[in-house]
């Protein structure tokens, strides 16, 4: 049951004009309200609403105030809580802690609409009206801070946000199986306290005696007082992640409180993916927001196609094994066909559909077949540190589904934006793919994701070795050079990842001075709940092999990272040499074209340490001066003097002028 305007009810007028006096579930969200399925909340709402519960929506409410979040009244089962699409802290700030200046999820892009943690805010501004209401957290920052996590902002270690929140229930993950299961449970009448055996959920209790095969994680209290502890712990979450090998995980807290997470919801199947992105969505932001501009994020996608979820590229410092999980899910070809019809039919599209992909866009099957019955190994890597001998490497589907879409009625060019994979298209020994890639699908520019050049580095982040990205270049450059297309490659690099030093990132300043790239963006480290990258930024400790690693938490030494790999810029010229001369690299600073920058403008008091241009050339001079003397037989300096003596005496002897 929708209003006229295809939207959910946002206001008490709206839910009177449904002929309800009451909803079943009122959704509370960090973002503005955007009906497209590339938004949690739009995806969420319109399942429960597919099977005949009414929902409304409270979008960003004010946080100082109280009545804001009765809006809509009092609902029947319970609020569903959610920060947005984003953890409200990685929304609100960038790497540096500094606050961003705008935000793509807010109408206008207006910054502070929202507060920090937002979950936990909300929740709490409900359970202060609402003493007795369900509440059921869930989306990005629930889901990837449901046990004991490293808070990069507070800096400190924190529970279970199901606590801090004073939330009934976490559904974590994507949620869609999840939330039916608990909207038909409280339905029947279930008390919410009762609700513990729903996969994908986590939930509190004082009494795990009728748990079986289940796993004791770490204390809170220990974990607290012992970081090796917490690298264990996040082990064997990381192990317990896919929905058939998983185990239910259990984690004390003070005063008898045990954190139970179930295990996750299973991967949807094809049909109940199509099933999902068939659902009623108005693709686009609410209209009270057309006044303000409208919601910018929806430029991003709104002439997108999502073609999968899941992955199992394994890199460290991304969340979504966590998340979604290492088994990728995908759409049939003709609910993505159907899905671009629409796009088509939209009155702005210009012919460019912008993206078909997802996490990682050339990934369209799990990853081999033992997945489909067994579930994801637990303690290997399908790429990483090497191929996994039973990796599938197929790209025959995707490629199939590409061409569909090129041949689409007014459709000019279909992009392939999201990250392809490029060490898994390297190892499909048919190069068809590749060669369409090429010939079709990039716009000017394809973007990938290597990282970093150094192989120490790499190790710690999940990702190949750099020989493998050399060959990937050599590849795309040969294509490129034969199809008679003139395309660039355009690397995600980042600085100060666990495991980076001032070495590695000089090796990474010297790989780009020899290939002559000189990136215009980089991404600092930055260490987000729930990432094995962030574990050992915060332990020190890598939990796959318990071995120390070397981090970066020194925001100088970061910078001096960052700068290292844009050295080119002026700007960063400091800290370039700063950096060269803390890892006595000064081989570096010349004139030599090996040299990443020049020698520092000096005085002649400091000339030793403290070389620099304009002193190099005027000693260039004096030397060649001297060679001059030495040939003439005289002392050029006496000579020099001696002329501007008799210029003095010269000028004494002119009349003065009265």
């Not at 929708?2 to 939207?7: E, I, M, P, R, T």
């Not at 030793?608 to 001066?625: L, P, T």
């Amino acid at each position: 049951m929708s209003l006229a305007n295809g939207f959910l009810p946002i206001n008490k007028a709206e839910i009177e004009e449904l002929g309800l006096e009451q909803l079943d579930f009122v959704y509370v969200t960090g973002d503005a309200y955007v009906d497209h399925p590339s938004f949690g909340c739009a995806i969420i709402t319109r399942i429960l609403q597919s099977r005949g519960y009414s929902v409304g929506i409270i979008s960003q409410p004010d946080w100082k105030d109280d009545d804001s979040i009765k809006a809509l009244g009092e609902p029947r089962l319970a609020f569903l809580v959610s920060s947005g699409n984003m953890d409200s802290m990685v929304n609100h700030y960038y790497v540096s802690k500094k606050h961003r200046e705008s935000d793509a999820y807010t109408a206008g892009g207006v910054p502070y609409k929202r507060p920090d943690h937002a979950t936990v805010v909300y929740s709490n501004l409900i359970r202060k009206s609402y003493r007795n209401i369900p509440i059921i957290i869930g989306g990005i920052e629930a889901s990837l801070r449901r046990m004991a996590h490293y808070d990069y902002w507070a800096d400190s270690f924190k529970r279970s946000i199901l606590l801090d929140s004073q939330a009934d229930i976490i559904s974590y993950g994507m949620g869609e199986k999840s939330i039916i299961e608990l909207a038909d449970a409280l339905n029947s009448g279930i008390d919410v306290k009762d609700i513990s055996f729903v996969a994908g959920t986590v939930y509190k209790t004082k009494d795990i005696s009728g748990l079986y095969d289940y796993e004791l994680l770490p204390s809170y209290d220990d974990m607290a007082a012992d970081k090796r502890l917490y690298a264990k712990s996040f082990k064997i979450q990381y192990d317990n992640t896919d929905s058939f090998s998983g185990k239910t995980l259990v984690e004390p807290y003070p005063n008898g409180i045990y954190v139970v997470q179930n295990v996750p919801q299973p991967p949807l199947t094809t049909q109940e993916m199509d099933d999902i992105y068939a659902l009623s969505y108005q693709r686009t932001y609410h209209p009270s927001y057309e006044k303000d501009g409208g919601v910018p994020a929806i430029s991003e996608i709104k002439f997108s196609l999502i073609s999968n979820r899941g992955c199992f590229g394994g890199c460290n410092f991304c969340a979504l094994t966590f998340h979604q999980g290492r088994t990728v899910q995908v759409r049939s070809h003709e609910s993505i066909l159907d899905e671009a019809k629409l796009i088509i039919r939209d009155k702005d599209f210009k012919g460019y559909i912008h993206d078909v992909g997802g996490p990682t866009a050339n990934f369209r099957h799990p990853s081999c077949r033992k997945q489909l019955k067994s579930g994801v190994c637990k303690h290997r890597q399908c790429l990483c540190p090497k191929p996994c001998p039973n990796l599938e490497v197929d790209h025959s589907d995707y490629l199939e589904l590409l061409r569909k879409l090129r041949k689409l009625p007014n459709v000019k060019k279909v992009f392939v934006r999201s990250g392809i994979r490029f060490d898994y298209l390297m190892l499909d020994k048919d190069d068809t793919f590749f060669k369409e890639l090429v010939e079709h699908h990039i716009s000017g520019q394809l973007k990938v994701a290597p990282e970093h050049i150094s192989d120490a580095v790499l190790s710690k982040m999940g990702k190949p070795e750099n020989s493998v990205y050399e060959a990937f270049t050599e590849k795309y450059k040969r294509l490129n050079q034969k199809l008679g297309k003139n395309q660039y490659l355009v690397p995600y690099l980042m600085s100060s990842h666990p495991g980076s030093t001032l070495k590695e990132a000089i090796e990474l300043a010297e790989y780009l001075r020899d290939t002559g790239y000189m990136p215009e963006q980089v991404q600092d480290f930055y260490p987000t709940p729930s990432t094995m990258s962030t574990v050992m930024y915060y332990t020190g400790i890598n939990p796959v092999d318990m071995k120390p690693v070397y981090v970066c938490r020194n925001p100088h030494e970061k910078a001096m990272q960052r700068a290292l790999i844009q050295y080119r810029n002026p700007k960063n010229y400091e800290l370039v040499y700063e950096a060269l001369k803390a890892a006595h690299r000064e081989d570096l600073i010349g004139f030599d074209k090996k040299c990443l920058i020049r020698p520092r403008r000096i005085t002649r008091e400091n000339e030793k340490d403290r070389a620099g241009i304009k002193y190099g050339r005027d000693m260039q001079v004096r030397e060649k001066e001297k060679v001059k003397v030495k040939k003439s037989g005289g002392e050029r300096v006496n000579q020099v003097s001696v002329k501007k003596k008799k210029k003095t005496i010269r000028n004494t002897h002119k009349p003065k002028v009265k």
